[in-house]
């Protein structure tokens, strides 16, 4: 019997190197893997996950701490060996990697902040029915509450009933109702935005029918497959997820819908609730942390079988996961921007091969790695079988205003013929920098070598790398002239132009969607909700608008500076660009209306755009894996980046040179760098990018010669970070 647990305690240390060892009490000899411990460590409490079980330990049992008690709540087992794999995978250590996979809640700290609520139900009983029908003696608050229950004819809250508790609690010690303690739990509502979700599935279309059928075979047989779903916007992915999900439920299987940002995508959580009811469970950060709880111990107990959220939702607590749906796959959201800094696409495709379990990545934009790795089914077809919108490049060379004469004179058609109109601009605020027209100073931010950007409404000038904000000032604080010049448009700007556009129509609505105006609870949800409720008018906003919104009466998409995605130097610029103007176009046209897109861009030969402006995924696909394979970037290399940072003049570049030197070249590798890279939030910082041809071999060589560095004082005052599959 084992008498030993293995814990590894949730601190954050970097240097601490666990699992310890714990004697248990006969009180806890029934805690398993994956249990959660409050262990005394040094001359802490800390929380602690077993990972591992023994019958003896090295260290003689009377040396050894015993816990001092156990979570209400641990995680499954197959989660903890998740959590150690994706420790290695991206460079993190078992702690962090563990605090992943934790309930929501449960924190890092020895005490939980969230418990289960639970209620007190009153039953009539026998008794109790026969004293109403005695016309026994009872007290008016008693005869109602008794009444109540009658007519209900099923328990009910003991609080809400006539007399609340203190009647119940009297009619129970008559014997009259019994009293049970039933859990509560709190759960989230599904706004619903756009069409209504139904609840029943429609006949697939024989497109749907036949992506389906690999999906379903491979989910009867138990193997673990990999499909790629690529289907045009509006082709009728979502009903396959759904399908497929019906199809695991149908197997006694469990299923994990990943979807980006759920506050953008509510449309595709209602139909997910909408036809399952409870056997959904949603999990995302803007829920209350009870409600997350609450919805992570109704998986965990197998109440609820279908898991619906952002990246994080890959740790579900499911057990016989059949299924895992990654929607729009390309969506940059699944990469966590945090150590473990893991790829919820990645982490994804491992949990489903582990468990036996089918994924199924969707998207009309898919990544060159999906594209090439993955056996593929197609939607080619819209479901109402309309074309895809036509989309017009139009050439800003030699323009003199943020948009065009033929952008203008769209909008303004949209207008007459009370349609609506989504417009896209990967900017936010008024305009992108100001400068001095006298002495040419550059307002920039103070802690990072970047420029400000102009927020009007707020009198601020903000950086949008570190969120440091000063006052606006009219005046120049190096020559004190007043001449500032503003330059370029964000989306604040545009509004303010639109808005003025359109003042004399005060049934042509412009709403704003970017992170300015949705702060706070709801707020996307709020915003889209009013642009379906409105008869006609103009959404505009950042990357936001182009998600996947399902408007049927937007006849015109318009893309300003389509090009400003490529100027950034990345090897996914080209994809990223291509997405952008896929995705939104996809927004135009999915009604009776018939749809049209204009593309703004200072390059219109760009093949990203060409290509997206034909709504050609494969060309552009087969094109970029080209390019890739020539430059050996992925999915042809893995890339690993490690950042070194520090206050200190000198000491980021230092580092970074210490660990190239001690990395020298690993095999089947390429090693770029060290380079400067912009100072951030007052800390400079060099980059090196490790091009590997053996992941594995390359992501454990990064992982020692970082170590040790780190750990030499030399370099102490430096911070690294690592991310393999930066994105
Ligand atoms: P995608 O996820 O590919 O953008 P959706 O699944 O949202 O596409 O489908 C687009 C629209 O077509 C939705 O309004 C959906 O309800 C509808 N739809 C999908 N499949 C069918 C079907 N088989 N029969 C009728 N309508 C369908
Ligand atoms: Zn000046
Ligand atoms: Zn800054």
């Given at each position: 019997m084992p008498a030993i647990a293995k814990v590894e305690p949730l601190t954050t240390a970097r240097t601490l190197r666990g699992p310890f060892d714990y004697r248990l009490?006969?009180?806890?000899?029934?805690?398993?893997?994956?249990?959660?411990?409050?262990?005394?460590?040094?001359?802490?409490?800390?929380?602690?996950?077993?990972?591992?079980?023994?019958?003896?330990?090295?260290?003689?049992?009377?040396?050894?701490?015993?816990?001092?008690?156990?979570?209400?709540?641990?995680?499954?087992?197959?989660?903890?060996?998740?959590?150690?794999?994706?420790?290695?995978?991206?460079?993190?250590?078992?702690?962090?990697?563990?605090?992943?996979?934790?309930?929501?809640?449960?924190?890092?700290?020895?005490?939980?902040?969230?418990?289960?609520?639970?209620?007190?139900?009153?039953?009539?009983?026998?008794?109790?029915?026969?004293?109403?029908?005695?016309?026994?003696?009872?007290?008016?608050?008693?005869?109602?509450?008794?009444e109540a229950l009658r007519a209900a004819d099923a328990p009910l809250a003991a609080a809400e009933l006539p007399g609340g508790h203190a009647t119940a609690r009297r009619l129970a010690e008559r014997g009259l109702v019994a009293l049970e303690r039933r859990a509560r739990p709190r759960r989230p509502r599904h706004e619903s935005v756009g069409s209504a979700a139904p609840a029943e599935s429609p006949p697939l279309t024989p497109a749907q029918a036949a992506a389906l059928a690999p999906v379903e075979a491979a989910i009867a047989a138990g193997r673990a497959e990999r499909l790629l779903l690529h289907g045009v916007t509006g082709s009728g992915k979502?009903?396959?997820?759904?399908?497929a999900a019906e199809a695991a439920l149908a197997r006694g299987r469990s299923a994990i819908v990943l979807v980006p940002e759920i506050a953008l995508t509510p449309q595709i959580v209602a139909r997910f609730a909408a036809r399952f009811g409870d056997t959904v469970a949603v999990l995302h950060s803007r829920m209350?942390?009870?409600?997350?709880?609450?919805?992570?111990?109704?998986?965990?107990?197998?109440?609820?079988?279908?898991?619906?959220?952002?990246?994080?939702?890959?740790?579900?607590?499911?057990?016989?996961?059949?299924?895992?749906?990654?929607?729009?796959?390309?969506?940059?959201?699944?990469?966590?921007?945090?150590?473990?800094?893991?790829?919820?696409?990645?982490?994804?495709?491992?949990?489903?091969?582990?468990?036996?379990?089918?994924?199924?990545?969707?998207?009309?934009?898919?990544?060159?790695?999906?594209?090439?790795?993955?056996?593929?089914?197609?939607?080619?077809?819209?479901?109402?079988?309309?074309?895809?919108?036509?989309v017009e490049v139009v050439d800003m060379r030699g323009a003199a205003h943020a948009l065009h004469p033929r952008t203008r004179e769209a909008l303004e058609r949209v207008r007459r013929e009370r349609r609506k109109a989504i417009v896209l601009l990967n900017r936010r605020g008024w305009s992108n920098f100001l400068s001095c027209r006298s002495c040419g100073r550059v307002w920039e931010c103070p802690?990072?070598?970047?420029?400000?950007?102009?927020?009007?409404?707020?009198?601020?000038?903000?950086?949008?790398?570190?969120?440091?904000?000063?006052?606006?000032?009219e005046r120049c604080g190096a020559c004190g002239s007043l001449s500032v010049a503003r330059h370029g448009a964000g989306t604040e700007r545009l509004e303010h132009e639109l808005a003025d556009a359109f003042a004399?129509?005060?049934?042509?609505?412009?709403?704003?969607?970017?992170?300015?105006?949705?702060?706070?609870?709801?707020?996307?949800?709020?915003?889209?909700?009013?642009?379906?409720?409105?008869?006609?008018?103009?959404?505009?906003?950042?990357?936001?608008?182009?998600k996947g919104h399902d408007f049927p009466d937007v006849t015109l998409a318009v893309v300003l500076d389509a090009d400003a995605t490529l100027r950034f130097p990345d090897f996914r610029a080209e994809e990223r660009t291509f997405a952008l103007v896929a995705q939104l176009a996809g927004r135009a046209g999915r009604g009776p209306g018939g749809g049209r897109v204009l593309v703004q861009t200072l390059a219109p030969e760009a093949p990203s755009i060409a290509r997206a402006a034909h709504h050609d995924a494969a060309g552009f696909l087969e094109d970029e894996l080209a390019r890739r394979e020539a430059l050996r970037y992925p999915p042809f290399a893995d890339l690993i980046r490690v950042v070194c940072a520090s206050a200190q003049p000198g000491a980021a570049a230092e580092a970074c040179g210490a660990v190239a030197r001690r990395l020298g070249t690993p095999p089947a590798a390429a090693v770029l760098g060290p380079a400067p890279l912009f100072r951030l939030r007052g800390r400079e910082r060099s980059q090196l990018v490790v091009k590997a041809g053996d992941r594995a071999a390359a992501v454990r060589a990064v992982a020692e010669a970082v170590a040790a560095v780190a750990a030499d004082r030399a370099h102490r005052r430096a911070q690294f970070s690592v991310d393999v599959d930066p994105q």
């Amino acid at each position: 019997m084992p008498a030993i647990a293995k814990v590894e305690p949730l601190t954050t240390a970097r240097t601490l190197r666990g699992p310890f060892d714990y004697r248990l009490p006969a009180a806890l000899a029934e805690v398993e893997v994956g249990a959660l411990l409050v262990v005394p460590f040094g001359r802490r409490r800390v929380l602690g996950v077993v990972v591992d079980l023994a019958s003896e330990s090295s260290i003689p049992p009377e040396r050894l701490a015993a816990p001092i008690n156990a979570l209400e709540q641990g995680v499954p087992a197959d989660l903890v060996r998740l959590a150690h794999w994706i420790a290695d995978e991206y460079c993190s250590t078992p702690a962090r990697a563990l605090g992943l996979v934790l309930p929501p809640g449960a924190g890092t700290g020895p005490s939980p902040r969230v418990r289960a609520r639970s209620a007190l139900a009153a039953e009539l009983t026998t008794e109790g029915a026969a004293a109403l029908d005695d016309r026994a003696r009872l007290g008016t608050r008693q005869r109602a509450a008794l009444e109540a229950l009658r007519a209900a004819d099923a328990p009910l809250a003991a609080a809400e009933l006539p007399g609340g508790h203190a009647t119940a609690r009297r009619l129970a010690e008559r014997g009259l109702v019994a009293l049970e303690r039933r859990a509560r739990p709190r759960r989230p509502r599904h706004e619903s935005v756009g069409s209504a979700a139904p609840a029943e599935s429609p006949p697939l279309t024989p497109a749907q029918a036949a992506a389906l059928a690999p999906v379903e075979a491979a989910i009867a047989a138990g193997r673990a497959e990999r499909l790629l779903l690529h289907g045009v916007t509006g082709s009728g992915k979502t009903e396959v997820y759904l399908s497929a999900a019906e199809a695991a439920l149908a197997r006694g299987r469990s299923a994990i819908v990943l979807v980006p940002e759920i506050a953008l995508t509510p449309q595709i959580v209602a139909r997910f609730a909408a036809r399952f009811g409870d056997t959904v469970a949603v999990l995302h950060s803007r829920m209350g942390r009870g409600q997350r709880y609450d919805e992570w111990r109704r998986l965990r107990s197998g109440e609820a079988r279908v898991c619906v959220g952002p990246r994080s939702a890959v740790f579900a607590p499911l057990a016989d996961l059949g299924l895992v749906v990654v929607d729009e796959e390309h969506d940059a959201s699944y990469k966590h921007e945090g150590d473990p800094r893991y790829d919820a696409r990645r982490v994804a495709q491992h949990r489903a091969a582990a468990a036996g379990a089918v994924l199924l990545a969707g998207s009309a934009t898919p990544r060159p790695e999906s594209w090439r790795e993955l056996p593929r089914v197609g939607l080619p077809e819209r479901v109402d079988g309309r074309p895809l919108p036509p989309v017009e490049v139009v050439d800003m060379r030699g323009a003199a205003h943020a948009l065009h004469p033929r952008t203008r004179e769209a909008l303004e058609r949209v207008r007459r013929e009370r349609r609506k109109a989504i417009v896209l601009l990967n900017r936010r605020g008024w305009s992108n920098f100001l400068s001095c027209r006298s002495c040419g100073r550059v307002w920039e931010c103070p802690h990072c070598d970047v420029a400000l950007v102009l927020h009007r409404a707020e009198q601020t000038v903000a950086c949008h790398h570190c969120g440091h904000r000063e006052p606006a000032v009219e005046r120049c604080g190096a020559c004190g002239s007043l001449s500032v010049a503003r330059h370029g448009a964000g989306t604040e700007r545009l509004e303010h132009e639109l808005a003025d556009a359109f003042a004399g129509d005060p049934g042509f609505p412009v709403f704003r969607l970017d992170s300015d105006t949705v702060a706070g609870r709801g707020g996307a949800a709020g915003l889209l909700t009013s642009f379906d409720a409105a008869g006609a008018g103009v959404l505009l906003g950042t990357q936001m608008v182009a998600k996947g919104h399902d408007f049927p009466d937007v006849t015109l998409a318009v893309v300003l500076d389509a090009d400003a995605t490529l100027r950034f130097p990345d090897f996914r610029a080209e994809e990223r660009t291509f997405a952008l103007v896929a995705q939104l176009a996809g927004r135009a046209g999915r009604g009776p209306g018939g749809g049209r897109v204009l593309v703004q861009t200072l390059a219109p030969e760009a093949p990203s755009i060409a290509r997206a402006a034909h709504h050609d995924a494969a060309g552009f696909l087969e094109d970029e894996l080209a390019r890739r394979e020539a430059l050996r970037y992925p999915p042809f290399a893995d890339l690993i980046r490690v950042v070194c940072a520090s206050a200190q003049p000198g000491a980021a570049a230092e580092a970074c040179g210490a660990v190239a030197r001690r990395l020298g070249t690993p095999p089947a590798a390429a090693v770029l760098g060290p380079a400067p890279l912009f100072r951030l939030r007052g800390r400079e910082r060099s980059q090196l990018v490790v091009k590997a041809g053996d992941r594995a071999a390359a992501v454990r060589a990064v992982a020692e010669a970082v170590a040790a560095v780190a750990a030499d004082r030399a370099h102490r005052r430096a911070q690294f970070s690592v991310d393999v599959d930066p994105q």
